[in-house]
């Protein structure tokens, strides 16, 4: 799938729900691998922060990114309704230190969003795949993340308040294409016996009634709930039984989790990359999303690119009878088995290797040891293949490569390990010539990595 940005510019207006700020947000589209960017259009220079976890400088009460002194409040909303319609790339303007909250749900975003449409770009997506279990826990709350190899991405959330009126709950997004309708309208809820001291400590200065679900579980005398009307700028009223303190109701049973959900989205669009699993959050909160987002994060620094999925069940793109038709090496020379993935930008390949290769006779003997300059060679056969998929009749043309560049050998390739390949375009091809990157993976590490120049050639 092809990254995607907005079809066009829109704005939000509204106040903050923390400062109570009247605030423009300008979203714009934005070009290929650039992420989703935050730029104070307030502040000298107009700083931008990239949102990304290593930047979380605070989650009380909603995910702040921040730089230096520069911050942006109570992001999640927004990236959540970005990364739900698949938007790979925006920059979000605004002229102060927060979003607006709207009805604060993620609902506005999601109708922008949809009336100015989006636009495929003409990179991949890279996507973050989970291939095993991974866990993140708050030990001191019994709250946990925890995702699971999946298709695509899905998202389950468990809530549990000890409140008469907001107990356990539940809420489930199998599909993104589905978060507009169920889950985006979803409100954020407070209960009355917080308020009092999230205005003490500077927050919800913009909240009321209009903006979140006000939850009222335990006895106040009325003085004390007038005070706290007044505290807020909100209109008193009586209230004498426990529930929902909202002139709105509730759009679902279960709306607190939904709202949740959104949060957990948003908080997890901070990993930078789209996401292949199934999240499965415990009694989350905006420190622990952000705490595994930052887990992967450390994990995509680590390495710049994921092992590609390899399924030996899986019917190859091209086969070694494909293969033999494609390129001209022969044994012991041809070392490209299949190709299991290929895109127009990008191809994996495969190579099994063997005990009975011809060049192990002398590298080593007593200690077989795949040469390295084969394994580049492997990877530009690769690239080669990659290259005559740009042609018509690529049979009559075949590939040179001209420059070879950046090869570093990281691990020893042995007899028994299947070597993967993975090879994309770093520039377009020009004049019948393009760079291109390759990785070698044996499991999960890079074994082999190089930059090489590719000239394609037509036949005489």
């Given at each position: 799938?092809?990254?995607?940005?907005?079809?066009?510019?829109?704005?939000?207006?509204?106040?903050?729900?923390?400062?109570?700020?009247?605030?423009?947000?300008?979203?714009?589209?934005?070009?290929?691998?650039?992420?989703?960017?935050?730029?104070?259009?307030?502040?000298?220079?107009?700083?931008?922060?990239?949102?990304?976890?290593?930047?979380?400088?605070?989650?009380?009460?909603?995910?702040?990114?921040?730089?230096?002194?520069?911050?942006?409040?109570?992001?999640?909303?927004?990236?959540?309704?970005?990364?739900?319609?698949?938007?790979?790339n925006c920059l979000i303007k605004l002229n102060g230190p927060e979003l607006p909250i709207l009805d604060g749900s993620a609902v506005v975003y999601c109708e922008k969003i949809a009336e100015v449409?989006?636009?495929?770009?003409?990179?991949?997506?890279?996507?973050?795949?989970?291939?095993?279990?991974?866990?993140?826990?708050?030990?001191?709350?019994?709250?946990?993340?925890?995702?699971?190899?999946?298709?695509?991405?899905?998202?389950?959330?468990?809530?549990?308040?000890?409140?008469?009126?907001?107990?356990?709950?539940?809420?489930?997004?199998?599909?993104?294409?589905?978060?507009?309708?169920?889950?985006s309208s979803s409100r954020t809820f407070v209960f009355v016996r917080e308020i009092e001291p999230l205005v003490k400590a500077g927050l919800i200065k913009g909240g009321d009634l209009d903006n979140?679900?006000?939850?009222?579980?335990?006895?106040?005398?009325?003085?004390?709930?007038?005070?706290?009307?007044?505290?807020?700028?909100?209109?008193?009223?009586?209230?004498?039984?426990?529930?929902?303190?909202?002139?709105?109701?509730?759009?679902?049973?279960?709306?607190?989790?939904?709202?949740?959900?959104?949060?957990?989205?948003?908080?997890?669009?901070?990993?930078?990359?789209?996401?292949?699993?199934?999240?499965?959050?415990?009694?989350?909160?905006?420190?622990?999303?952000?705490?595994?987002?930052?887990?992967?994060?450390?994990?995509?620094?680590?390495?710049?690119?994921?092992?590609?999925?390899?399924?030996?069940?899986?019917?190859?793109?091209?086969?070694?009878?494909?293969?033999?038709?494609?390129?001209?090496?022969?044994?012991?020379?041809?070392?490209?088995?299949?190709?299991?993935?290929?895109?127009?930008?990008?191809?994996?390949?495969?190579?099994?290797?063997?005990?009975?290769?011809?060049?192990?006779?002398?590298?080593?003997?007593?200690?077989?040891?795949?040469?390295?300059?084969?394994?580049?060679?492997?990877?530009?056969?690769?690239?080669?293949?990659?290259?005559?998929?740009?042609?018509?009749?690529?049979?009559?043309?075949?590939?040179?490569?001209?420059?070879?560049?950046?090869?570093?050998?990281?691990?020893?390739?042995?007899?028994?390990?299947?070597?993967?390949?993975?090879?994309?375009?770093?520039?377009?091809?020009?004049?019948?010539?393009?760079?291109?990157?390759?990785?070698?993976?044996?499991?999960?590490?890079?074994?082999?990595?190089?930059?090489?120049?590719?000239?394609?050639?037509?036949?005489?």
């Open positions: 799938m092809k990254q995607l940005t907005l079809n066009a510019p829109f704005t939000v207006k509204g106040k903050g729900l923390h400062t109570g700020m009247e605030i423009e947000a300008h979203f714009m589209p934005a070009p290929e691998n650039h992420g989703y960017k935050f730029c104070r259009t307030d502040l000298e220079g107009e700083p931008v922060v990239d949102a990304l976890a290593e930047y979380v400088v605070d989650t009380n009460r909603g995910t702040v990114i921040g730089r230096g002194d520069v911050r942006i409040s109570t992001v999640e909303h927004a990236l959540a309704a970005l990364y739900a319609a698949g938007i790979d449409g989006v636009a495929e770009q003409s990179l991949d997506k890279d996507y973050y795949i989970i291939k095993q279990k991974i866990e993140s826990r708050d030990d001191s709350t019994g709250a946990s993340i925890v995702a699971l190899p999946d298709d695509a991405f899905a998202v389950d959330v468990m809530v549990q308040f000890e409140s008469s009126v907001l107990g356990n709950q539940f809420a489930t997004l199998e599909n993104l294409a589905d978060f507009h309708k169920e889950v979140a679900i006000v939850i009222y579980d335990r006895k106040m005398e009325q003085p004390r709930l007038d005070s706290i009307a007044d505290l807020m700028g909100v209109p008193r009223r009586e209230v004498h039984e426990f529930g929902y303190v909202n002139d709105r109701p509730l759009q679902f049973e279960n709306e607190p989790a939904r709202h949740k959900l959104i949060d957990v989205i948003g908080d997890l669009s901070l990993i930078g990359r789209p996401l292949k699993g199934r999240i499965i959050a415990t009694r989350p909160g905006h420190a622990l999303n952000t705490a595994f987002s930052k887990q992967i994060r450390k994990e995509i620094k680590r390495q710049d690119i994921q092992a590609p999925v390899y399924n030996p069940n899986a019917v190859p793109v091209m086969d070694n009878m494909r293969i033999r038709e494609l390129l001209p090496h022969r044994y012991p020379f041809l070392l490209v088995d299949k190709v299991i993935d290929m895109g127009a930008s990008y191809i994996v390949g495969v190579k099994n290797i063997t005990t009975n290769e011809p060049f192990f006779q002398g590298h080593f003997p007593q200690e077989p040891v795949l040469p390295g300059v084969l394994q580049v060679e492997a990877m530009a056969q690769t690239g080669g293949l990659l290259v005559l998929g740009t042609v018509d009749d690529p049979e009559r043309y075949s590939t040179y490569f001209m420059k070879i560049d950046n090869v570093k050998f990281r691990q020893k390739v042995v007899p028994g390990d299947t070597l993967i390949f993975h090879v994309s375009f770093l520039t377009p091809m020009r004049r019948g010539c393009a760079m291109m990157k390759g990785y070698a993976f044996v499991g999960e590490k890079i074994v082999t990595e190089c930059e090489f120049m590719a000239q394609i050639v037509k036949n005489k």
